[in-house]
């Protein structure tokens, strides 16, 4: 069996698996479905609620942080060593040290003002789960055609972590609201973990086998 048919059988045994099990999560998370035992997932949600909002924004802080490190001083270095290089890639490092300036600002704010947190942890909610939605984006595109360069790489796990803690934060933003009522909204996080680890899994082996 080639490698290239042994991937392409394990992807779709893994696509198989979640399109199963997504289902099942669905289940056990709806309201209806959940006895008087109370599940693993909902001691998951009590737990994760117990976080106070001004240690998710110093969190986010910290997160952009090291965003705005590593994509500013790598377009710092690019600039002085390679302009042409840096001005090509211009268009996808300037916005991700934009926003991550505006989180660590807005994370300053957030610690003066206690009565503004919720409404600057939902606007920063927004930033992170656009580039989580942009970062799945860019791996399906991976997936369907193809490592786009041959010194592509792919940390495995990265994605799924901050995609589940994107939905996270976004979930206790909207904590309080209609809309929180919604067992989609509430499980939101749980329910990214099922659908994106099976996609950042699939990569790995994609990139790691030097799969086209």
Excluded at 38 to 52: F, G, N, S
Excluded at 140 to 167: C, D
């Amino acid at each position: 069996m080639g490698l290239g048919t042994y991937f392409h059988r394990l992807r779709s045994v893994i696509v198989s698996s979640a399109t199963e099990l997504v289902p099942q999560c669905f289940l056990i998370m709806s309201k209806r479905g959940m006895s008087s035992e109370e599940h693993l997932a909902e001691r998951i949600v009590r737990w994760t609620d117990k976080i106070p909002i001004v240690i998710l924004v110093l969190l986010n802080a910290c997160l952009a942080g090291f965003v705005l490190l590593a994509h500013g001083g790598a377009l710092v270095v690019a600039y002085v060593t390679h302009p042409s290089t840096a001005a090509e890639t211009l268009h996808v490092t300037l916005p991700g040290v934009i926003l991550s300036a505006l989180i660590m600002a807005s994370s300053l704010a957030a610690v003066a003002n206690t009565s503004a947190r919720r409404s600057i942890l939902l606007g920063q909610a927004a930033i992170l789960c656009g580039g989580a939605l942009a970062l799945i984006g860019y791996a399906l595109i991976v997936l369907m055609q193809g490592l786009p360069t041959s010194r592509f790489t792919w940390r495995p796990g990265l994605m799924t972590v901050f995609t589940v803690y994107a939905f996270y934060v976004m979930r206790r933003a909207v904590s309080g609201k209609r809309i929180a009522a919604f067992w989609l909204v509430n499980y939101s996080h749980l329910i990214a973990l099922v659908v994106v680890l099976p996609i950042d899994f699939v990569v790995f082996l994609k990139a790691t086998f030097r799969i086209p």
